[in-house]
């Protein structure tokens, strides 16, 4: 990448982000500052009613209570009616465990033990780079999978005689409208059923957990009453799928434009070539019509003597005609209607995909190797008994 390209690009990276803080700021500062007016109401009104109690103990049990929840605590449990309860579950460590290595990070739930901390350091330093390989290749199996049934029904498509241009972007958006009906849709309901959330904290709760942002203020199974040990781990076998899909979609649309790039690059050479050989007819025009012309260019000085003659070749017979190559398919045009038909499901450049396209599209057959000419015999290798024709004795 050119040093301007990257330069734009950090400065259009930074705008975003100024233009995120002051929509955030606009829309989070006034709640904030009601909750905070909220939050002084309710400690002069406890003071009220409990005059025993002094200001300093009262934010002393304040402060101790945010950093218990901070730990994972959760206000709705009493250890008498809940005493089996704890957040360090099989099936809870193990959802921790696995939002370490998803680098998600809710906060709901922290360390608090010195060894528990430098265990998650070696931990993280070991599972990240093992999920990423795990997350490459279920991306692109499940990538190939959803191409692949689409890839039917474009055959569906192509026998109605629909036009490929058409049936490439319907293609597309099939891919996309499946993965977010498998990965989206389905998982807000199904936690909207089983939380109690609304549909819009659902759909919060499924995008930030796909885009590991995971703040944390919603999380699956955080509540107490959800003591199936399973729930969790299967939250987080959702999660391994829909970061593949997501990570196979960015991959497919990072691909989609560099093709649209290289048909950028190919017209700009198009039309330098054009505009080249428009400024040559026009100044060839203006020339023949007696106009300015082009300085003569500076004539070579002559050699003092006349170089020698080259000494004659010999005469070599002539080579026998080469049998016709096979005909090579020209390289298409690039043109508008070119960047519809480069969709999700065909520039894909995984080699597991490479092996799975051919029911798709087929390959074009490879071109025949040339048989050696009759006529060309290999020369017989000439030893140092062998004499020449001329050589031999009459």
Same mark, same amino acid.
């Given at each position: 990448?050119?040093?301007?390209?990257?330069?734009?690009?950090?400065?259009?990276?930074?705008?975003?982000?100024?233009?995120?803080?002051?929509?955030?700021?606009?829309?989070?500062?006034?709640?904030?500052?009601?909750?905070?007016?909220?939050?002084?109401?309710?400690?002069?009104?406890?003071?009220?009613?409990?005059?025993?109690?002094? *200001?300093?103990?009262?934010?002393? @049990?304040?402060?101790?209570?945010? *950093?218990? @929840?901070?730990?994972?605590?959760?206000?709705?449990?009493?250890?008498?009616?809940?005493?089996?309860?704890?957040?360090?579950?099989?099936?809870?460590?193990?959802?921790?465990?696995?939002?370490?290595?998803?680098?998600?990070?809710?906060?709901?739930?922290?360390?608090?033990?010195?060894?528990?901390?430098?265990?998650?350091?070696?931990?993280?330093?070991?599972?990240?780079?093992?999920?990423?390989?795990?997350?490459?290749?279920?991306?692109?199996? @499940?990538?190939?999978?959803?191409?692949?049934?689409?890839?039917?029904?474009?055959?569906?498509?192509?026998?109605?005689?629909?036009?490929?241009?058409?049936?490439?972007?319907?293609?597309?958006?099939?891919?996309?409208?499946?993965?977010?009906?498998?990965?989206?849709?389905?998982?807000?309901?199904?936690?909207?059923?089983?939380?109690?959330?609304?549909?819009?904290?659902?759909?919060?709760?499924?995008?930030?957990?796909?885009?590991?942002?995971?703040?944390? *203020?919603?999380?699956?199974?955080?509540?107490?009453?959800?003591?199936?040990?399973?729930?969790?781990?299967?939250?987080?076998?959702?999660?391994?799928?829909?970061?593949?899909?997501?990570?196979?979609?960015?991959?497919?649309?990072?691909?989609?434009?560099?093709?649209?790039?290289?048909?950028?690059?190919?017209?700009?050479?198009?039309?330098?070539?054009?505009?080249?050989?428009?400024?040559?007819?026009?100044?060839?025009?203006?020339?023949?019509?007696?106009?300015?012309?082009?300085?003569?260019?500076?004539?070579?000085?002559?050699?003092?003597?006349?170089?020698?003659?080259?000494?004659?070749?010999?005469?070599?017979?002539?080579?026998?005609?080469?049998?016709?190559?096979?005909?090579?398919?020209?390289?298409?045009?690039?043109?508008? @209607?070119?960047?519809?038909?480069?969709?999700?499901?065909?520039?894909?450049?995984?080699?597991?995909?490479?092996?799975?396209?051919?029911?798709?599209?087929?390959?074009?057959?490879?071109?025949?190797?040339?048989?050696?000419?009759?006529?060309?015999?290999?020369?017989?290798?000439?030893?140092?008994?062998?004499?020449?024709?001329?050589?031999?004795?009459?």
């Amino acid at each position: 990448m050119r040093s301007t390209t990257l330069l734009a690009l950090l400065a259009l990276v930074l705008l975003y982000l100024v233009l995120g803080a002051l929509v955030f700021r606009a829309l989070e500062q006034p709640r904030e500052q009601q909750a905070q007016r909220e939050l002084g109401e309710a400690r002069e009104r406890f003071l009220r009613t409990h005059p025993c109690v002094s *200001d300093g103990d009262l934010g002393l @049990l304040i402060k101790e209570v945010a *950093d218990a @929840l901070g730990g994972g605590a959760n206000p709705d449990i009493n250890s008498t009616s809940h005493s089996n309860y704890s957040a360090w579950d099989l099936g809870s460590a193990f959802f921790f465990s696995g939002t370490i290595i998803t680098t998600i990070g809710y906060g709901n739930v922290a360390l608090r033990t010195d060894a528990g901390r430098i265990f998650c350091i070696v931990y993280a330093l070991v599972g990240i780079p093992l999920f990423g390989f795990l997350l490459a290749g279920v991306g692109d199996r @499940l990538g190939s999978a959803l191409r692949h049934g689409i890839g039917h029904i474009e055959a569906i498509f192509l026998r109605w005689h629909v036009p490929k241009e058409l049936v490439r972007v319907l293609s597309a958006v099939l891919f996309l409208l499946l993965g977010c009906l498998l990965f989206v849709v389905a998982p807000m309901f199904a936690f909207c059923y089983t939380e109690g959330w609304s549909e819009l904290e659902a759909i919060f709760f499924v995008v930030v957990t796909l885009t590991t942002v995971g703040f944390g *203020d919603y999380v699956a199974g955080a509540n107490p009453h959800h003591t199936h040990a399973a729930y969790q781990p299967l939250v987080w076998f959702w999660i391994l799928l829909g970061l593949a899909y997501f990570a196979s979609v960015l991959t497919t649309i990072g691909n989609w434009l560099r093709v649209v790039f290289r048909h950028t690059r190919a017209e700009m050479g198009g039309f330098t070539a054009q505009a080249a050989s428009w400024t040559g007819t026009v100044t060839a025009r203006v020339t023949q019509r007696g106009g300015p012309a082009a300085p003569p260019p500076p004539e070579k000085e002559r050699p003092l003597s006349p170089p020698p003659p080259a000494p004659p070749e010999k005469a070599e017979p002539p080579a026998p005609p080469s049998p016709p190559s096979p005909p090579t398919a020209s390289a298409p045009s690039a043109s508008a @209607l070119d960047y519809p038909s480069e969709n999700l499901a065909f520039i894909d450049e995984s080699s597991d995909t490479q092996s799975e396209r051919g029911c798709v599209v087929p390959r074009a057959p490879r071109g025949r190797r040339r048989a050696p000419h009759p006529a060309r015999k290999p020369a017989r290798p000439r030893g140092p008994g062998r004499l020449r024709d001329k050589d031999r004795p009459v």
